[in-house]
């Protein structure tokens, strides 16, 4: 029956996943290669199937042996050239941890900027992931799109590194802040 479980997850067949949970499949185990139903439902945008999985009560921030979580597999599916924004919000609002790492240490952001889809490194970026975070290689997300030359990336991850004080030359000034700064005169008015 878990078989049949992994299959309906890939397909996005929601109904069947309800009807098969009530039948008694296991809704938290894995596959040979140590993924979940719900990281197959998250790799392929079905976000109707994620709701089911994550209404049984399934781990959303289960990993693989390889680190694989269920946001990681939706922030980027190479065979399809994209993530899912919507998945990433139902398994954010879910509870799944944003910069959770796979092999590497490479985080869902640095899939998403080697992938080149604003869309989820927009949204990722807007709802905390870690924009400096650096892979076991040294390399962040921001290095990951300049290798691509994915422009769009680069400048969402170019000006979330400037509000967070980074200059262009990628080291952090202490003297920056996110927000302008303002300056308050506190010399002595002139004596009469």
């Not at 952001?109 to 080697?114: I, K, R, V, Y």
Request: aromatic residues 4%.
């Amino acid at each position: 029956m878990s078989q049949e479980l992994f299959a309906a997850a890939r397909a996005g067949d929601a109904a069947r996943i309800e009807h098969l949970i009530a039948a008694g499949a296991d809704p938290h185990g894995v596959d040979e290669a140590g993924e979940t139903a719900l990281m197959h439902a998250a790799h392929h945008g079905h976000v109707a199937t994620v709701a089911v999985l994550v209404a049984a009560g399934v781990d959303v921030n289960a990993a693989s042996g390889q680190g694989w979580t269920a946001l990681a597999r939706a922030a980027y599916n190479g065979e399809a050239g994209r993530g899912y924004v919507e998945v990433l919000e139902a398994l954010h609002q879910a509870g799944a941890a944003l910069d959770a790492r796979i092999f590497f240490g490479i985080t869902p952001l640095m899939l998403a900027a080697g992938g080149g889809d604003a869309a989820v490194v927009e949204w990722l970026i807007n709802n905390g992931a870690d924009v400096l975070a650096n892979n076991e290689g040294g390399r962040t997300a921001r290095m990951m799109a300049n290798d691509k030359f994915y422009v769009d990336v680069i400048n969402l991850l170019n000006e979330a590194e400037r509000q967070l004080g980074v200059t262009e030359e990628g080291s952090c000034s202490s003297t920056r802040s996110v927000v302008k700064p303002h300056v308050v005169n506190l010399m002595k008015p002139a004596a009469h």
